[in-house]
């Protein structure tokens, strides 16, 4: 079937320190894939998305690859802030099941200052 | 307008109340959607309505009961729930279709958190 795998948390990083939250997939067919973030208390924000290969999305210094062939979709910053603690979830387009998205279990990001 | 809006923000019941959690967006879009989110996981997909229309019915208790008025009105009608339905309900809502989604995902709310006593 489709689904997404996350890397465990929590990642722990200090104020300005390199980010990487590593998303592997298994689909049939050529989904989208998608990052969104949880901030605590709230509802899921679209964070960025790629929808074919070798696609790069970005946002607020966030980026992520499509990568088809290592069916991955890792999502990196470069500098990471205090406020970019949060749930970070990786999320593909189900192909085969009609308006669906399946979410990964969800990466937690501790920054500290 | 490119919001989901979900009311009310926390709710507190009794497992013999009667409840409804409401979810309107004004953005034109054709399927809306309900999930489940316990703490520390990811959602869970309940229901999918499509042009008004129930298409997906994840085997949800019939203590969680539906409905989609108009194209942007969705509730969701609770009764007799259980200490274990405790959760964060998040509505979403995307443009119609396969593509739409493929295209642009999905628009949450910011849930309701629901806890029964």
């Known amino acids: 079937g489709n689904s997404v795998t996350q890397m465990e948390g929590p990642v722990t990083l200090s104020e300005e320190a390199f980010l990487t939250i590593n998303c592997t997939y298994t689909a049939t067919g050529y989904p989208s894939l998608f990052w969104y973030v949880q901030y605590p208390g709230e509802g899921l924000q679209l964070l960025l998305k790629a929808t074919k290969a070798d696609d790069k999305g970005s946002n607020k210094g966030f980026e992520a690859t499509y990568r088809k062939e290592t069916t991955s979709f890792h999502l990196e910053k470069g500098s990471v802030q205090v406020s970019d603690s949060a749930v970070y979830f990786c999320?593909?387009?189900?192909?085969?099941?009609?308006?669906?998205?399946?979410f990964g279990t969800g990466t937690r990001l501790l920054v500290s200052p | 307008d490119t919001e989901v809006t979900q009311t009310p923000k926390h709710l507190v019941m009794g497992m013999t109340n009667k409840k409804s959690l409401k979810c309107e967006q004004h953005m034109g879009h054709r399927a809306m959607y309900w999930y489940k989110q316990k703490a520390k996981k990811p959602p869970e997909l309940m229901f999918v309505?499509?042009?008004?229309?129930?298409?997906i019915n994840e085997s949800v208790p019939s203590r969680f009961s539906p409905e989609c008025p108009n194209s942007s009105l969705l509730n969701l009608h609770l009764h007799a729930l259980q200490p274990e339905d405790s959760a964060l309900y998040l509505c979403?809502?995307?443009?119609?279709?396969?593509?739409?989604?493929?295209?642009?995902?999905?628009?949450f709310g910011s849930g309701t958190r629901l806890t029964v006593v």
């Open positions: 979403a809502s995307s443009q119609d279709g396969t593509g739409g989604i493929k295209s642009y995902g999905y628009t």
């Open positions: 999320a593909l387009s189900d192909p085969t099941g009609f308006q669906k998205l399946v």
């Open positions: 309505y499509s042009y008004e229309k129930l298409s």
